[in-house]
Each structure stands twice: as C-alpha cells, then as structure tokens.
C-alpha cells in the first residue's frame, strides 16, 4: 500500500472555497482510502491505498471534492517517500519554519526563468528549485514575499505553498500511517448537515488521542 500526502490548493481562505476537515476526511474514506487524516485548516491529509501514480489521485482527490463538495480545488500529492525526499533535499537552514516555504509543483517547472529572476530585487528573499520543490526564504516573513508568486508563473501546472513547520509535521504524519490506529473524527461531518468546521487549525488522527493547535499555513 502506498501512502499519500495530499495539498489542497487555496482552502479556507478569506471566507472562501470552505472546507470542513471532517468533510475532507469522509471524502477520502469514501474514495476508498484508508488511515485518513487532516492537518491544519489548509487542506493537508495524509492517507493510504494503492499504487496509483501520485498524480491520478491529485485528479481522484480534486473530482471528488468538485462532485460532492463543490469546489473546484487544485490539488498536488505526493507519496510517502516523495514528502521525506522534499525534508531532505531542503538546500537552507531554516531559522524560523515560519519564514520559510516549500512550493510543491504538480507540472515542470522552467528553470531557465526561475534562474533568470534577478535576486537583487528581493534582498531579503532566497529561493532555490530541488527536484519538484522551490524552496523560499523571507528574511521579512511570508507576509511580504515575492518570489512564491514569481515561481507560480513559471510552473506548467498547480503551485501549492506550505511553511518548513506543516511540512515536517506531514513527513512525520505519513510515515507514521502505518503503525497509527484508525483516525478519530473529532468534529462531526458536515456534509450532510451543512455544519461548518471549527476555527482552530488542527491536527486529528482517529484513535490518536491527540489534537494540536498550529499556526495556519498558506495554501
């Protein structure tokens, strides 16, 4: 069984395109996916079940929310082994998680462009491109960063951002997937009910007995 971690693209943001984390949840378990479980308000699920190519579930993921959530989300997933890859190729030291972003690439990313962007217009900004990732730095905080939106441009595909902190935290979640019992759902699904998530960013595993709160991370 392979294991996935799912990026959900622009969720939650400004009122808009809402997702209840307990929806998502459901949904997934309805597509036949096992040992679901959500991270932050974001839109961040880690999963198993099969060996479909990372890309097919990106499209199963996003049909399924289109269909019976309603929102068209752009979606990019990686598996297992693809996010400990994403932690380990990171070039930077990360003094603050929160300064820092991985830009997760569903499509080819034009290098040549993203080598032609002149560093001396963001001073306080580093970037660097690993594989499918772009990692970035914002010395003034992601508030004020210009270069994910530079990326963004020069990607043939979805862009989707998550700071250094949600990105181990997910590294961590799925390799533990195997070993964890089933996820509790700790607010009741909404979907039928038209009940929206709470505002608390958190971390569910079913079972788990464990529910952190985190900063929200930026989709």
């Known amino acids: 069984m392979t294991e996935y971690v799912a990026l959900l693209r622009g969720i939650n943001v400004g009122g808009h395109r809402r997702i209840a984390m307990a929806d998502l949840r459901a949904l997934l378990e309805d597509l036949g996916y096992t040992g679901v479980a959500t991270y932050a308000q974001s839109g961040n699920a880690v999963f198993g079940g099969g060996d ?3 890309a097919e ?11 019976v959530l309603g929102h068209d989300v752009p979606t990019v997933v990686r598996t297992a082994a693809q996010m400990r890859a994403a932690v380990e190729a990171n070039p930077f030291d990360v003094p603050d998680p929160s300064g820092f972003l991985v830009l997760f690439c569903a ?9 032609g962007i002149d560093p001396s217009r963001h001073p306080k900004e580093r970037m660097a491109l690993v594989g499918d990732q772009v990692y970035t730095w914002h010395e003034d905080g992601i508030r004020f960063a210009g270069l994910p939106d530079l990326v963004a ?7 989707t951002s998550r700071n250094w902190r949600t990105v181990l935290r997910l590294a961590e979640m799925v390799g533990d997937l195997g070993r964890a019992r ?9 979907v039928n009910r038209g009940r929206r998530a709470p505002d608390a960013a958190t971390t569910t595993r079913r079972g788990g007995a464990r529910a952190e709160t985190v900063d929200r991370d930026p989709a």
């Open 52 to 54: 479909a190519d990372p």
């Open 57 to 67: 579930v990106a499209g199963t993921v996003r049909d399924g929310i289109r269909d």
């Open 107 to 115: 499509g080819a990313v034009d290098a040549d462009a993203l080598n």
């Open 153 to 159: 441009r020069h990607v043939d595909g979805t862009v």
């Open 182 to 190: 089933p996820v509790t759902v700790r607010e009741k699904s909404s």
